[in-house]
């Protein structure tokens, strides 16, 4: 005997409806169907009734049984497509009614074919990473694609601009690009990593990945456990919370990435190349409003071919108030390429204005990686007399 479910959007009824054949019950209810199969003689009724169905809504496919976060994931993304907007989510692990039934099959199978939809990672030959399936990306993402940087990979700039749509918002078509890269970095990687079980660290420095969420771990918490009541409506019923916890955090991480991530690279790209006419050299960056800066400026040096010149960045720490920072060799490094003067360290004030012949300073850290100003005038000063200063 075995069991297989599906959820499917259908017209809105004002009360349940029950259709009983033999064997089989299907509760039809706004806005789900719930379908419960009993014995083999019933698929021809369950098939029959779900090709009539996909005349009116398309049908994504994945396994039954416990969820995971990289197929709910893969689910929601496919549902912010118009093609997918209004699809019902079948649940079998039986090959044969998966492809029956549905137009598009994540996380189940046994196959990945673009051509086919079909979206499985569980093969033994199956090796596949963003940079492979998308090689003008660069070779920098290695990590094993699961279901969810399968449907990523395909239909993520769409995925993304769907949802920016839906809040008014739009992007050029490089800061789409941008944001594609930056929410793998940021969230599906992980998705995939922990999928697939890609330790954090293989003798490098720094982590392959960065878990910013556990969400692959809430996910998995919202399954029913061994003492809670079982059944495919519960799993379901599960499946939906799961659905929605995801689609938010990812909603969410889209409109930060394409809102403010974006907003402060080309606050920092103007910067960069604007930092000449700060100082000649090109060593120091002014920004008139703190933005978070490291990691943009890691990667614009590169674009820009400029890598290591920039050694100190100013910025507004609020009113009357600046700070000299320095540029740290990595953006998660706590060394710098150059920090402010050691006999400036740990001073404050009056002290300080005195010992570096600025007026208007507040302080130095203890290691120079920071200092601060009352004015730009002081700050700036402060900054050029460290990229001058011989150690």
């Not at 079998?92 to 137009?103: A, I, P, Q, T, V």
């Not at 199978?109 to 090796?127: A, I, P, T, V, W």
């Not at 809430?218 to 495919?232: A, L, M």
């Not at 910025?315 to 009357?320: A, H, L, R």
């Amino acid at each position: 005997m075995s069991t297989n479910y599906f959820t499917c959007r259908i017209f809105p009824f004002a009360t349940r409806i029950c259709l009983k054949a033999p064997q089989l019950l299907v509760h039809i209810s706004a806005p789900c169907i719930f379908k419960t199969m009993c014995s083999n003689s019933d698929e021809i009724l369950t098939t029959n009734l779900s090709k009539r169905l996909r005349s009116e809504v398309p049908v994504i496919g994945t396994h039954s049984g416990t969820f995971h976060c990289d197929e709910v994931l893969a689910c929601f993304m496919l549902k912010q497509l118009p093609e997918y907007k209004n699809a019902s989510i079948f649940r079998s692990r039986d090959d044969k009614l998966l492809h029956e039934n549905c137009d598009i099959i994540v996380d189940v199978g046994g196959e990945f074919n673009h051509q086919q939809k079909l979206y499985d990672h569980h093969q033994r030959n199956f090796s596949e990473t963003l940079s492979s399936l998308r090689p003008e990306l660069g070779d920098q993402f290695q990590i094993k694609l699961s279901s969810a940087g399968l449907v990523y990979a395909h239909y993520g700039e769409r995925v993304i601009e769907n949802i920016l749509e839906k809040k008014g918002m739009s992007l050029s078509a490089e800061n789409i690009k941008l944001s594609f890269i930056q929410i793998y970095r940021n969230f599906v990687s992980e998705i995939d990593a922990i999928d697939n079980g890609v330790p954090m660290y293989e003798n490098e420095d720094e982590p392959l990945y960065k878990i910013s969420t556990h969400l692959s771990s809430r996910v998995h918490r919202i399954n029913p456990s061994w003492e809670d009541e079982q059944g495919p409506e519960v799993e379901q019923k599960r499946f939906e919370i799961a659905l929605e916890l995801v689609g938010k955090e990812f909603t969410d991480n889209v409109l930060d990435m394409a809102g403010s991530w974006i907003k402060a690279r080309e606050y920092v790209r103007k910067s960069l190349k604007e930092a000449k006419s700060i100082y000649e050299t090109g060593e120091i960056l002014l920004l008139e409003r703190f933005c978070p800066w490291k990691s943009h400026l890691s990667d614009l040096e590169k674009e820009y071919g400029v890598e290591g010149i920039p050694k100190l960045v100013i910025f507004s720490e609020k009113e009357q108030s600046w700070r000299v920072a320095g540029v740290p060799i990595s953006p998660t490094s706590f060394l710098g390429r150059k920090f402010l003067p050691e006999p400036w360290r740990g001073l404050r004030d009056e002290k300080l204005s005195k010992m570096a012949n600025i007026p208007d300073l507040i302080f130095v850290h203890s290691t120079g990686f920071i200092g601060g100003a009352k004015t730009k005038e002081a700050a700036l000063e402060m900054a050029i007399k460290s990229v001058q200063w011989k150690v």
